[in-house]
């Protein structure tokens, strides 16, 4: 995990410094924290969504402008995809076992998005966003209720049953809000739709989050 955390760092710190040496202008780097909401979609018999869970992501964002209202954007982020299923597990004496199964993934997200922007009026600006997600999971737990109310498993960890890479893809909007001279404040709505595998196996499981963006760019 400290080799990954290190890499992903070391690329984007490389990107931005080359950037900078290109024109400074037209670098905005952003603090961002804010909730998601996640659910997991089932291809597989006897596994089904069960809902969605509260998540949270936050980290560093970079907006790279080759134009006044064009950017490309990317950063680096810790994002919690939580969802729940219901299962049919296969108990001791293989019993059917119907279940309640919660996963908590942690990933670590680099996007690479276009992001569009209406002049600045007033102070305010509107934006979209269009790209591909790529995260990376570096923590991966499940906890199991039986539909009876026992208590299966809790905090299980399932790293080694959790595919490493996960791909999406990412449509946003939202408004920023010039606060200063080079300061602005962000907020918008994002959907990421993931679209690989989360879990070895047979069949597909695909988890998605719709989030609440909160950013401040410098």
Do not use: H
């Amino acid at each position: 995990m400290k080799k990954i955390l290190l890499a992903a760092l070391v690329l984007l710190c490389s990107f931005t410094i080359f950037a900078q040496d290109k024109e400074p202008k037209n670098i905005k780097l952003g603090l961002t924290a804010y909730p998601n909401i996640g659910w997991i979609k089932s291809d597989i018999q006897d596994v089904k969504s069960d809902g969605a869970r509260v998540g949270f992501t936050y980290g560093l964002l970079s907006d790279f402008y080759f134009t006044e209202n064009y950017a490309f954007s990317t950063g680096l982020q810790l994002t919690s995809i939580n969802g729940k299923t219901e299962e049919i597990l296969i108990g001791p004496a293989d019993e059917p076992l119907p279940a309640n199964v919660k996963y908590k993934l942690q990933y670590l997200e680099i996007p690479a998005k276009i992001k569009l922007s209406t002049p600045e009026r007033n102070a305010i600006k509107f934006y979209g966003e269009f790209g591909i997600g790529n995260a990376f999971n570096i923590r991966a737990k499940k906890d199991i209720d039986l539909t009876n109310g026992t208590i299966y498993q809790q905090k299980t960890d399932i790293y080694d049953d959790i595919y490493f890479y996960r791909a999406s893809m990412i449509i946003g909007a939202g408004i920023a809000y010039n606060i200063g001279e080079n300061t602005n404040l962000a907020g918008g709505l994002t959907f990421n739709n993931g679209f690989t595998d989360i879990r070895k196996g047979s069949g597909t499981l695909k988890n998605s989050y719709l989030s609440f963006n909160l950013a401040l760019f410098f």
